[in-house]
């Protein structure tokens, strides 16, 4: 049935056009690649960042390593073994969820956490300076910066990946606070100015990938799966700080928590005092950059079902 065939999938283009109108996903992809300076042909996260980060390396006076050879393994780039390790690694953690219905729940959201990752411990190839093996009690290097998985990166000199993704979020926080605010909301100019800042918030989120996948030039497993071992190690340690001042966290989730409140405290005010703590705990554990990880409240719910991981 050839006619059935054909009508079956101009139905399908039809819906995509919709969904394309109305989402602006084209429009949006246009966006990073026009910022990226990459071929429209480049769809990947990598095919995308790559030139642009050259650009801002080249800019910045710095190097960044050649391309591993397809079909080789990608190394690191002192010639040594740190880069050979292959395989799966750790992603984002959950908890298991207290199932049921649940009243006046507040949701916390970590801002950007890998990004934010990336800044507080200045994770990059070039600011890599080995792992180490550490007793629980051991004080941190003074002139490094720790991974609690023993991943160490320089104390001074600031990496190129770091740099990029600052320059990322700057661009995005110049268009939103203050271009947006130029022009008259829903305009068609407006429109233009988020879908580039949302291009730059895409952009910022991707350099965690393109350190795990094995072949573009940034490649380091050591780095990746250092991003997502602290993004677990900062989700269980905020979990038991709500629980030593009795708080009720019920379910997590890569970087978001939801918890019952003791009390009337303020949900900001919790927020806030979590930011305090970790900066102190991270600066003394860890030797880590200040001012960068920031938990916020997101939303509160009057009722809230938690029925499984992933389904609430």
Known sequence: ????????????????????????????????????GARLNDYTSHGKIDPFALRAARRMGARLPSKPEKDKDPVDRRNDDRGKLKGDYAGGYVFDPEKGL?????????????????????VSPDSYTGTVRMNKDDDPPIDYIMMPTGATFSANELGVIPKIIQSLLDNRDQIRNIEMKKVEKDSKEYMNLHY????????????????????????????????????QHLLKTCWKWLEKYEHH????????????????????????????????????????????????????????????????
């Open 102 to 122: 649940h009243k006046n729940i507040h949701a916390f959201d970590f801002q950007s956490l890998y990004p934010s990752i990336i800044k507080t411990f200045n």
């Open 1 to 36: 049935k050839p006619n059935v065939l054909k009508e079956y999938n101009l139905q399908d283009v039809r819906l995509l056009k919709k969904l394309d109108d109305k989402l602006q996903v084209t429009k949006q992809k246009l966006i990073e690649h026009w910022i990226c």
């Open 196 to 231: 580039r800042q949302y291009a730059f918030k895409v952009l910022a989120n991707s350099m965690y990938g393109i350190m795990g996948a094995s072949f573009p030039r940034y490649y380091m497993r050591e780095l990746a799966e250092g991003i997502t071992l602290t993004g």
């Open 249 to 312: 966290p019920l379910y997590g989730d890569t970087d978001s928590l939801f918890v019952r409140l003791k009390g009337k405290v303020k949900p900001e005010d919790v927020a806030k005092q979590i930011d305090e703590f970790l900066q102190k705990y991270l600066k003394e554990k860890f030797n880590a950059r200040e001012g960068h990880l920031h938990l916020k409240h997101e939303a509160t719910y009057e009722r809230f079902i938690l029925v499984a991981k992933k389904k609430y």
